[in-house]
């Protein structure tokens, strides 16, 4: 049965899709399945794992609205094993559409619920704000991801998406927590940074990862590609800080073997992914 991880801070520029499609890229070369769900309109993540948002004709607003079965609407991405929900621009206005849903916090939940058992980990790039999307993503999740950069006022901001994330265990998902909070964005030159990184620790302590990710060039360059880090660069400070985190994650050391998928037909694998869901 899948963790459901929402990855979601309402700030935008934060490396929230960054971190969602890289840390599943690299659970999913750890041999485990992974499903990412674009949560999130501007369809960054979609992009992000070379699906061209503007050809995508069923996303995930169809499950959330038309009562779609999520398990045809996966894609097929580039690497064994990470399969992905894409977003399009339908899903712009679903928020006032969901309004007057019955049940409309648990649209998303009710959704993932038969595909669970499919995967080991569903990745919920969540948009960045704290509308009815972002608390879809949180309602139907075990936990909460916050990506946190390295700048002023960082930790100021994290406030309202606190109260929000408590709002949701009260009164939602008792059982909703905090996984974890990686700091991004880290420009080691810089005295801001080591203050940032000390002030988090000593607030979140053992809630905040040791990897810490750098500013990096080549992470800003990758999603114009459609590609997740490692395959972009995968020898580039930000794939491996991406990986050094995924093992922490994991809490396992493993090996990257990178399997790249070019065919557009599910291989036998795949298929049986999908007869599972």
């Given at each position: 049965m899948a963790k459901i991880i929402s990855v979601c801070n309402q700030k935008g520029?934060?490396?929230?899709?960054?971190?969602?499609?890289?840390?599943?890229?690299?659970?999913?070369?750890?041999?485990?399945?992974?499903?990412?769900?674009?949560?999130?309109?501007?369809?960054?993540?979609?992009?992000?794992?070379?699906?061209?948002?503007?050809?995508?004709?069923?996303?995930?607003?169809?499950?959330?609205?038309?009562?779609?079965?999520i398990s045809q609407l996966l894609v097929n991405t580039k690497l064994t094993?990470?399969?992905?929900?894409?977003?399009?621009?339908?899903?712009?206005?679903?928020?006032?559409?969901?309004?007057?849903?019955?049940?409309?916090?648990?649209r998303l939940k009710n959704a993932l619920e038969n595909i669970r058992p499919a995967f080991d980990y569903i990745i919920l790039d969540a948009p960045p704000s704290l509308g009815l999307l972002t608390i879809n993503a949180l309602t139907a999740s075990n936990s909460a991801l916050i990506p946190l950069q390295c700048e002023y006022y960082a930790l100021e901001g994290l406030s309202q998406l606190l109260s929000t994330i408590n709002l949701v265990r009260?009164?939602?998902?008792?059982?909703?927590?905090?996984?974890?909070?990686?700091?991004?964005?880290?420009?080691?030159r810089t005295k801001l940074t080591d203050e940032v990184i000390k002030e988090a620790r000593n607030f979140f302590q053992h809630k905040v990862y040791r990897t810490v990710i750098p500013r990096s060039?080549?992470?800003?360059?990758?999603?114009?590609?459609?590609?997740?880090?490692i395959l972009y660069d995968k020898n580039s400070h930000?794939?491996?800080?991406?990986?050094?985190?995924?093992?922490?994650?994991?809490?396992?050391?493993?090996?990257i073997d990178i399997e790249i998928k070019e065919k557009k037909e599910p291989a036998d694998g795949e298929k049986s992914i999908r007869q599972r869901a």
């Amino acid at each position: 049965m899948a963790k459901i991880i929402s990855v979601c801070n309402q700030k935008g520029g934060v490396g929230k899709t960054t971190t969602a499609i890289n840390l599943a890229s690299f659970i999913a070369l750890a041999g485990r399945n992974v499903l990412v769900v674009d949560c999130d309109p501007q369809a960054n993540a979609t992009s992000g794992l070379g699906i061209d948002k503007k050809q995508v004709k069923e996303s995930i607003y169809n499950a959330l609205i038309d009562n779609k079965d999520i398990s045809q609407l996966l894609v097929n991405t580039k690497l064994t094993n990470l399969y992905l929900v894409p977003s399009n621009v339908h899903l712009t206005g679903v928020e006032v559409e969901l309004v007057s849903i019955e049940g409309r916090e648990f649209r998303l939940k009710n959704a993932l619920e038969n595909i669970r058992p499919a995967f080991d980990y569903i990745i919920l790039d969540a948009p960045p704000s704290l509308g009815l999307l972002t608390i879809n993503a949180l309602t139907a999740s075990n936990s909460a991801l916050i990506p946190l950069q390295c700048e002023y006022y960082a930790l100021e901001g994290l406030s309202q998406l606190l109260s929000t994330i408590n709002l949701v265990r009260q009164n939602l998902n008792p059982h909703l927590e905090i996984e974890g909070i990686l700091l991004t964005m880290a420009d080691f030159r810089t005295k801001l940074t080591d203050e940032v990184i000390k002030e988090a620790r000593n607030f979140f302590q053992h809630k905040v990862y040791r990897t810490v990710i750098p500013r990096s060039i080549k992470l800003g360059e990758a999603p114009g590609f459609g590609m997740p880090i490692i395959l972009y660069d995968k020898n580039s400070h930000g794939a491996r800080s991406y990986y050094e985190f995924a093992k922490e994650f994991l809490g396992v050391d493993f090996p990257i073997d990178i399997e790249i998928k070019e065919k557009k037909e599910p291989a036998d694998g795949e298929k049986s992914i999908r007869q599972r869901a």
